[in-house]
Every structure is written in C-alpha cells, then in structure tokens.
C-alpha cells in the first residue's frame, strides 16, 4: 500500500509541475467538455477530460501490475 501511495505521490507531483510550467497543455479544455453560462453562473463538466484520465490512468496501472 505505502508503494502505491508513494507513486501516486510522485505522479501527482509531476502532473502539477507539468500544468504550471506548461499552461497551454489543453487538459481540462479539450473538445466535447461541456460549459454552460448564464448571467452570472458557469456550470463546467469536463467528461472528455474525464475519459482521457481514465483512459490514460486504466493503461498506466495494467502496465505496472503486469
């Protein structure tokens, strides 16, 4: 369990390093997200993002318990 918190860790640390040091990354503004806007409210879902984190994470977690 301490391995898998450890590396979940790490990854989060290098997902948050990449978004700031490299802000035009489209994660979390990717074609098919849902915004909605009225007068002074925004409702945002990001599903795509959602999909593709999944996605990526679902690769990620077969890989390292193969």
Same mark, same amino acid.
């Given at each position: 369990?301490?391995?898998?918190?450890?590396?979940?860790?790490?990854?989060? +640390?290098?997902?948050?390093?990449?978004?700031?040091?490299?802000?035009? &990354?489209? %994660?979390?503004? *990717?074609?098919?997200?849902?915004?909605?806007?009225?007068?002074?409210?925004? +409702?945002?879902?990001?599903?795509?993002?959602?999909?593709?984190?999944? &996605?990526? %994470?679902?690769? *990620?977690?077969?890989?390292?318990?193969?």
């Amino acid at each position: 369990m301490a391995k898998w918190l450890i590396i979940l860790g790490v990854l989060l +640390v290098l997902v948050g390093g990449l978004l700031h040091f490299f802000p035009r &990354i489209p %994660l979390g503004r *990717l074609p098919g997200d849902i915004v909605w806007r009225r007068e002074g409210v925004t +409702v945002y879902f990001p599903w795509v993002t959602c999909l593709v984190i999944s &996605i990526l %994470l679902s690769v *990620l977690l077969y890989w390292l318990n193969k």
